[in-house]
């Protein structure tokens, strides 16, 4: 009965069909969009709907697009500050998160399930309404600030002491709301590779003279590599791009790549360039993916 | 390479004392006392469960003892680290590092060590050498077959010279001839390095073909320590006896106590047994009597000795090549087990016995085991 249902399976392509469906569905739904994007940000913009046209003569697309992208310092500031608030944000979850992971992988199996619940807790209440939390938090008034302010207070000398600190709409603040919200796309991954990890390592090390922490950086780090860079990714990306939090708690002047593609594609109306950044971000996040994979394949090469 | 002087016996090398490990209200090793001398090749051989790894950590300083003490070189161990401990393990699951070559697996230990990098690196190739690994030392563990990677982990646990090595179950994965070898080779390595081994192992062959003495341990308790044969010769309970080898095990009462012996009434045997020595029984004791098939002797013919002497049919039997297991059926219904060895160069039912022929047991006085009904 099993096996005739498998060879009806076999017989009629079904397999083949249900190996391809998500292949079809990223074709459809991501690369046949992103090409439109490529072919889009080759176009110009003109007052007509949608708002841009190709060229009438060969060769119908122009670079003047990418030009301006690479020398107009407004795009390259906003990638830069991408870079750096993404970057900053994915070291301070790691810092945060590794911790927290290993706390969990060490904790009673009952306790396990509880710690990773509160991990997960966030996601039930609106993203955007965790972000206006924040921005009550940050403001001069709350006493979060006041709290954060009389600690700085005892710091520094009088001459340097402040009424309150200046949080909202600073970068300061994107980076602050962007770690607490990615912080779970940092402990998930890593609890998922620590957790794997055989302890009796940890046994074989320390029996072989080596103290706790010479443990931890000989065994446990080298092998959750694989867990921080999934853990890493999952926070990297999404910071580049991200929109809501800069757009809420960051400062206009100082936007990141996100907030620059909707300025883009909606005041200014300029979908060429909209696209441009678009293609950019995408291939700031692609090829540092793709070297690494290729230095990974080499050492894993190497080793053999 | 420093190896110890066998001339200087030290008795007392690794003492424990009243030992035991209570998990919640259980006891997984329960009041252990025990000494290993310097060099000595020890095995603790228990069933599954036993608490044979439970005193191996302790040993290893992985699990603290509940009560009692642990001395290792007249230093006591309680509250020193694992890795301060002169004390090495090789692990049943090997615990081979992925990330590491074969030679840092082995190195690793040597970082600790106050050494300059050229002589660590000697070292290594030394080790590696003692257990013929030194052409795969730039693989990872992953592409090591099991009896490598088991190689690979006692090369590991031996590099830094430890005063006592601990194996727990360190040839469990490997096949017959394989086991044999490495069985060899710990022998050879234990004498070369004058390392005091401790072996964990269920298997009952592995520890006496390995080990100078055994521990035969039960439910957490040492029921009896010694040597190979000791132990096979001389169990001094029913259970060591069962555990180690096979055994007849006959339930019976002393019928006469004479100087030199006493006679045992089996009603299942049907026949009076003669025991010898008499040690401590006394007429009426309930005992058990017990003898090894091997120490049995079979024939077709019935034999001149005038007492120990039982009639059966042959039930069935099994041919292994040097030898043949029987298993007779006596006219009370009991079924025995005895070996013979086969001599000739014919079948074992030419040369002993067949299905259902009669055939004649005797037993030796001294071949013959008396355990109270209680041990
Ligand atoms: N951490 C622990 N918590 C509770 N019980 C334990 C723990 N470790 C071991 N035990 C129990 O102690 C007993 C002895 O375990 P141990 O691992 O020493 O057995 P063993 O003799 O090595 O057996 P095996 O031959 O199967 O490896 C077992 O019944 C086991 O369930
Ligand atoms: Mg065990």
Redesign the interface.
């Given at each position: 009965m099993r096996s005739a249902t498998r060879d009806w399976f076999n017989r009629r392509g079904w397999r083949d069909v249900i190996i391809a469906s998500p292949y079809l569905w990223l074709v459809a739904f991501f690369l046949v969009p992103f090409i439109i994007v490529i072919v889009m940000s080759f176009a110009k913009t003109a007052t007509q709907s949608p708002p841009f046209a190709f060229l009438p003569d060969w060769p119908f697309i122009r670079f003047e697009t990418y030009q301006r992208l690479f020398t107009s310092s407004l795009y390259i500031r906003a990638g830069a500050i991408s870079v750096y608030n993404a970057a900053v944000a994915t070291v301070l979850c790691l810092l945060i998160g590794y911790p927290m992971a290993l706390a969990i992988t060490r904790a009673g199996k009952s306790l396990q399930r509880l710690l990773l619940m509160l991990v997960i807790l966030p996601f039930w209440t609106s993203f955007l309404l965790r972000v206006y939390a924040w921005i009550g938090l940050m403001g001069k008034n709350s006493w979060f600030n006041k709290a954060l302010t009389s600690a700085y207070n005892v710091f520094v000398p009088t001459s340097w002491e402040l009424p309150g600190i200046q949080m909202m709409n600073t970068n300061f603040a994107v980076v602050l709301v962007m770690v607490y919200s990615y912080l779970p796309f940092m402990v998930l991954p890593l609890y998922a590779n620590l957790e794997k990890l055989?302890t009796?390592?940890n046994?074989?090390?320390?029996?072989?003279?080596?103290?706790r922490w010479e443990v931890f950086r000989?065994?446990t780090l080298?092998?959750s590599i694989p867990g921080i860079i999934a853990g890493g990714l999952l926070v990297f990306i999404p910071a580049m791009g991200e929109l809501i939090i800069p757009s809420l708690v960051g400062n206009a002047g100082d936007p990141m790549i996100g907030r620059v593609i909707q300025q883009e594609f909606g005041q200014n109306r300029d979908w060429p360039m909209a696209s441009a950044v678009a293609v950019a971000l995408l291939l700031m996040l692609v090829v540092p993916l793709m070297l690494y994979n290729h230095f990974e394949a080499k050492a894993q090469k190497g080793?053999? | 390479m420093t190896a110890s002087n066998p001339a200087t016996p030290q008795p007392d090398f690794i003492r424990i004392e009243g030992v035991t490990k209570s998990f919640g209200t259980f006891k997984a090793v329960n009041n252990v006392s025990l000494n290993i001398s310097k060099g000595e090749l020890f095995a603790l051989l228990g069933g599954s469960g036993c608490g044979k790894t439970t005193l191996l950590r302790m040993l290893?300083?992985?699990e603290a003892p509940t009560e009692g003490r642990i001395f290792i070189d007249g230093q006591d161990m309680a509250g020193v680290?694992?890795?301060d401990r002169p004390?090495?393990?090789m692990?049943q699951?090997y615990?081979?590092?992925?990330?590491m070559?074969v030679a840092k697996n082995v190195g690793?230990?040597l970082?600790?060590?106050n050494m300059t990098q050229g002589q660590r690196d000697d070292r290594v190739k030394e080790m590696l050498g003692l257990v013929q690994m030194a052409h795969l030392a730039y693989r990872?563990p992953h592409?090591l077959s099991g009896g490598q990677r088991q190689r690979v982990a006692l090369a590991?646990?031996l590099a830094?010279l430890p005063k006592l090595l601990l194996l727990d179950e360190p040839l469990g994965a490997l096949d017959k001839k394989l086991r044999e070898h490495t069985q060899f080779e710990f022998a050879n390595i234990q004498y070369k390095l004058g390392i005091t081994f401790v072996v964990v192992t269920h298997d009952q062959e592995e520890a006496m073909t390995l080990a100078s003495r055994i521990a035969v341990m039960d439910q957490g308790v040492i029921r009896q320590i010694g040597s190979p044969s000791d132990i096979y010769e001389h169990p001094n309970s029913r259970f060591v006896a069962d555990f180690i080898g096979s055994i007849n095990m006959v339930d019976g009462e002393v019928a006469r106590v004479e100087a030199n012996g006493v006679e045992v009434l089996c009603p299942t045997l049907g026949e009076p047994v003669f025991v010898a020595p008499a040690n401590s029984h006394r007429q009426g004791d309930k005992v058990s009597l017990a003898f090894r098939p091997e120490k049995v002797a079979i024939s077709r013919r019935k034999p001149a000795a005038a007492i120990n002497v039982l009639k059966g049919k042959v039930l069935d039997f099994g041919y292994f090549g040097k030898d043949s297991l029987f298993r007779i059926k006596l006219a009370t219904g009991r079924v025995l087990s005895v070996n013979a060895v086969n001599t000739a160069r014919m079948s074992a039912e030419q040369a002993v016995a067949t299905w259902e022929e009669d055939v004649y047991l005797s037993i030796a006085p001294e071949a013959a085991m008396l355990f109270g009904a209680d041990s």
């Amino acid at each position: 009965m099993r096996s005739a249902t498998r060879d009806w399976f076999n017989r009629r392509g079904w397999r083949d069909v249900i190996i391809a469906s998500p292949y079809l569905w990223l074709v459809a739904f991501f690369l046949v969009p992103f090409i439109i994007v490529i072919v889009m940000s080759f176009a110009k913009t003109a007052t007509q709907s949608p708002p841009f046209a190709f060229l009438p003569d060969w060769p119908f697309i122009r670079f003047e697009t990418y030009q301006r992208l690479f020398t107009s310092s407004l795009y390259i500031r906003a990638g830069a500050i991408s870079v750096y608030n993404a970057a900053v944000a994915t070291v301070l979850c790691l810092l945060i998160g590794y911790p927290m992971a290993l706390a969990i992988t060490r904790a009673g199996k009952s306790l396990q399930r509880l710690l990773l619940m509160l991990v997960i807790l966030p996601f039930w209440t609106s993203f955007l309404l965790r972000v206006y939390a924040w921005i009550g938090l940050m403001g001069k008034n709350s006493w979060f600030n006041k709290a954060l302010t009389s600690a700085y207070n005892v710091f520094v000398p009088t001459s340097w002491e402040l009424p309150g600190i200046q949080m909202m709409n600073t970068n300061f603040a994107v980076v602050l709301v962007m770690v607490y919200s990615y912080l779970p796309f940092m402990v998930l991954p890593l609890y998922a590779n620590l957790e794997k990890l055989d302890t009796t390592l940890n046994e074989a090390a320390m029996d072989l003279g080596s103290r706790r922490w010479e443990v931890f950086r000989d065994i446990t780090l080298p092998l959750s590599i694989p867990g921080i860079i999934a853990g890493g990714l999952l926070v990297f990306i999404p910071a580049m791009g991200e929109l809501i939090i800069p757009s809420l708690v960051g400062n206009a002047g100082d936007p990141m790549i996100g907030r620059v593609i909707q300025q883009e594609f909606g005041q200014n109306r300029d979908w060429p360039m909209a696209s441009a950044v678009a293609v950019a971000l995408l291939l700031m996040l692609v090829v540092p993916l793709m070297l690494y994979n290729h230095f990974e394949a080499k050492a894993q090469k190497g080793a053999a | 390479m420093t190896a110890s002087n066998p001339a200087t016996p030290q008795p007392d090398f690794i003492r424990i004392e009243g030992v035991t490990k209570s998990f919640g209200t259980f006891k997984a090793v329960n009041n252990v006392s025990l000494n290993i001398s310097k060099g000595e090749l020890f095995a603790l051989l228990g069933g599954s469960g036993c608490g044979k790894t439970t005193l191996l950590r302790m040993l290893a300083g992985f699990e603290a003892p509940t009560e009692g003490r642990i001395f290792i070189d007249g230093q006591d161990m309680a509250g020193v680290p694992a890795y301060d401990r002169p004390v090495n393990m090789m692990f049943q699951s090997y615990a081979l590092f992925p990330h590491m070559t074969v030679a840092k697996n082995v190195g690793y230990g040597l970082k600790h060590e106050n050494m300059t990098q050229g002589q660590r690196d000697d070292r290594v190739k030394e080790m590696l050498g003692l257990v013929q690994m030194a052409h795969l030392a730039y693989r990872r563990p992953h592409q090591l077959s099991g009896g490598q990677r088991q190689r690979v982990a006692l090369a590991r646990s031996l590099a830094k010279l430890p005063k006592l090595l601990l194996l727990d179950e360190p040839l469990g994965a490997l096949d017959k001839k394989l086991r044999e070898h490495t069985q060899f080779e710990f022998a050879n390595i234990q004498y070369k390095l004058g390392i005091t081994f401790v072996v964990v192992t269920h298997d009952q062959e592995e520890a006496m073909t390995l080990a100078s003495r055994i521990a035969v341990m039960d439910q957490g308790v040492i029921r009896q320590i010694g040597s190979p044969s000791d132990i096979y010769e001389h169990p001094n309970s029913r259970f060591v006896a069962d555990f180690i080898g096979s055994i007849n095990m006959v339930d019976g009462e002393v019928a006469r106590v004479e100087a030199n012996g006493v006679e045992v009434l089996c009603p299942t045997l049907g026949e009076p047994v003669f025991v010898a020595p008499a040690n401590s029984h006394r007429q009426g004791d309930k005992v058990s009597l017990a003898f090894r098939p091997e120490k049995v002797a079979i024939s077709r013919r019935k034999p001149a000795a005038a007492i120990n002497v039982l009639k059966g049919k042959v039930l069935d039997f099994g041919y292994f090549g040097k030898d043949s297991l029987f298993r007779i059926k006596l006219a009370t219904g009991r079924v025995l087990s005895v070996n013979a060895v086969n001599t000739a160069r014919m079948s074992a039912e030419q040369a002993v016995a067949t299905w259902e022929e009669d055939v004649y047991l005797s037993i030796a006085p001294e071949a013959a085991m008396l355990f109270g009904a209680d041990s």
